[in-house]
């Protein structure tokens, strides 16, 4: 048996209580930088958003917890004035761990959490822990499978208890992406469908797509062709799904319709009722849109051309540090901040560099670990100068990386002074 590991939840985390009593009405021209500033209300508006486009594309919603990983994010997520689900992917098991110990699971917020990678062996035992936390209080845990040998472990481990159970799976597809999952038209795909019809330990709950490969969209009629290939890859294999469940001898244990789950933020962002009546084919399961970054955003999304600027919810406040007169391409000038590939993550983008500062023509145009470049951008004034000891704000590329870097972050409000005070403190859960 392969050694079973523990998720070390609730430990080594800042108290947001503390972390209020220093931090909240304070302006975020007197914070410590590098420091990551969420805006909520605008935080909201795209949960909202997001809600509504679902609606349109006649799709149920799951949301990703993964860019933010936070209560207070994650209750934005689900509840908004348009809609509300139930439904999670988490990205690490801290994730699931944790949405159990704030209680979204014992109040009903959180009634269905994905575990979205392909199931490690190694962590069976404690998804199994949690699978039995959350049925306690009348939720499920489902996760991704995408080889028969992940089966084939679930059902020695299930055939060593005193009482079996079926894991609700989803099949994970590749729909071309090559990172995780199963090619639909393939042997290998045939074969894993075969194990699981035939499997005491799993009931098949549908087939789930990501077009991570949708971030290369730069027009919503692009983003909408990638959605559609999405469809397409997971409609083929529910189609086959049927075929092989037709033969199994328990077809009663198995999702009926199948779900058909697909998303990413940039195809999320092309769901319509337009994109919706565009689908080809007669879809052989029921639509679940799923997608995370979209409350956030960044400048990887703003170069899709689905959203722009003034939606983008998150940004790193930082300090310029010196100041080089002529030092750059072409005689440009440059700047030192006090915020590097830590603060920012080395994610660039189609629209170059590793953030911008916002209102003026300047990026990050180099990056080391703990201080950045900042060049200027094509174009901008010449004459446009930065003093040593100012403060900017930059949105970088990639939200999620970002995050990451924080221990927590600034909560502000557009409607409240400007978004230029401290209303609230979202601490995220760290590790895996």
């Known amino acids: 048996m392969i050694s079973q590991t523990k998720t070390p939840y609730g430990h080594y985390r800042p108290s947001k209580a503390v972390l209020l009593q220093k931090f909240l009405d304070a302006p975020t021209d007197s914070l410590r930088t590098p420091a990551m500033i969420i805006d ?27 860019t933010h990983k936070t209560v207070e994010g994650t209750r934005l997520q689900l509840q908004s004035s348009v809609d509300t689900t139930q439904a999670v992917v988490v990205s690490t098991l801290m994730e699931a761990w944790e949405l159990v110990e704030a209680g979204l699971v014992s109040d009903s917020t959180i009634k269905d959490i994905l575990y979205g990678l392909p199931i490690a062996i190694n962590k069976v035992a404690d998804l199994s822990d949690l699978w039995d936390k959350i049925s306690n209080n009348g939720g499920t845990l489902r996760i991704l499978v995408d080889h028969p040998d992940q089966v084939k472990f679930l059902e020695k481990f299930e055939h060593a208890r005193c009482s079996s159970r079926r894991w609700s799976a989803f099949v994970k597809i590749d729909g071309g992406q090559r ?52 469809v397409e890859a997971v409609n083929a294999a529910a189609e086959a799904g049927l075929s092989a469940l037709s033969l199994s001898l328990d077809r009663a244990v198995h999702q009926q319709p199948f779900v058909l789950s697909v998303g990413s933020t940039p195809t999320a962002h092309a769901a319509s009722s337009e994109t919706r009546a565009s689908l080809s084919t ?119 990386l970002i995050a990451a870097a924080y221990p927590w972050y600034y909560v502000v409000d557009k409607n409240i002074d400007h978004g230029k005070k401290v209303v609230d403190i979202w601490v995220p859960w760290k590790g895996w």
Not at 285 to 291: D, P
Not at 330 to 339: S, V
Request: net charge negative; with cysteine.
């Open 179 to 230: 990172r995780a999952g199963v090619v639909a038209s393939t042997p290998q795909f045939e074969e894993l469908l075969s194990v699981l019809f035939s499997s005491p330990a799993i009931s098949v709950y549908g087939f789930y797509g990501h077009a991570g490969n949708s971030y290369a969209s730069k027009s919503s009629s692009e983003a909408s062709t990638f959605l559609s290939a999405e």
């Open 40 to 66: 909520r209300a605008l935080f909201a508006e795209n949960c909202t958003d997001m809600h509504a486009r679902s609606q349109a594309w006649g799709a149920r919603f799951r949301a990703h917890l993964k």
């Open 282 to 400: 007669s879809l052989h399961g029921v639509l679940e849109l799923h997608a995370g970054n979209y409350p956030m955003l960044d400048l990887q999304q703003q170069h899709t051309g689905l959203i722009n600027e003034k939606k983008i919810a998150q940004r790193v406040r930082t300090t310029v540090v010196s100041y080089y007169p002529g030092r750059g391409e072409g005689g440009e000038d440059e700047a030192l901040i006090d915020a590097g590939a830590i603060a920012f993550s080395k994610d660039t983008g189609p629209l170059g560099g590793y953030g911008n500062v916002i209102g003026k023509g300047w990026r990050v145009g180099r990056i080391s670990q703990e201080h950045g470049i900042l060049t200027k951008i094509l174009g901008s004034p010449k004459e446009e100068t930065l003093e040593i000891g100012s403060q900017v704000e930059i949105i970088g590329q990639h939200a999620c």
